[in-house]
């Protein structure tokens, strides 16, 4: 049986498409993101590297991800809001990687990753939040092709409202 971990994130919260046409991460998001990405830190938590759609809000998130951990951030195609979801499974390879998204992309992802549907609802995400993912592959018993049955698990979530006071 092979295991894989990885981490799902939402950008953080960004401006106003009014305020700023590219949605930069308004000052909170900042701060939250920073709030997680020192916690998670300071729990030694393995990440190996951190992906981003590209978008101005999910590269800044990447680059607070990626300061606090001393990896290196990439661009991956398939994290962009209405991506796919099957074309970013086959990427989700990297163990203890980040990869920071977009909704509704993500949230279908990880209905689909759990539950078989885009459309179960089983996470909510929000802003910055972190999900760990694992995966798990072991063969199929009696099959003759040695063929490996996927299965994910949620390990867990982290909200930045666990973390930050209510204002």
Known sequence: MTANTFYL???????DKQENPERPLSI???QE?????EYL????????????SGKLRA?????????????ETSTLPGLAPNDPVGSLIPRLNIE????IGHLPQLQKLTDYLLAGS????????????V???KQQAQAKTGHPSNTLAVHYQLAWYLPPTLLTPST
Do not use: D, M, W
């Open 59 to 71: 590269q800044q998130t990447a680059e607070i991800f990626a300061a606090a951990f001393s990896v």
């Open 96 to 99: 203890n990687a980040l990869y």
């Open 9 to 15: 994130v939402q950008h953080g919260r960004a401006v």
């Open 28 to 30: 909170a998001g900042k």
């Open 33 to 37: 993101t920073q709030t997680i990405a």
């Open 118 to 129: 885009e459309e179960a609802g089983i996470i909510h995400f929000q802003n910055s939040a």
């Open 41 to 52: 830190k300071k729990l030694r938590l393995p990440v190996s590297a951190v992906f981003h």
């Open 131 to 133: 999900i760990c993912l």
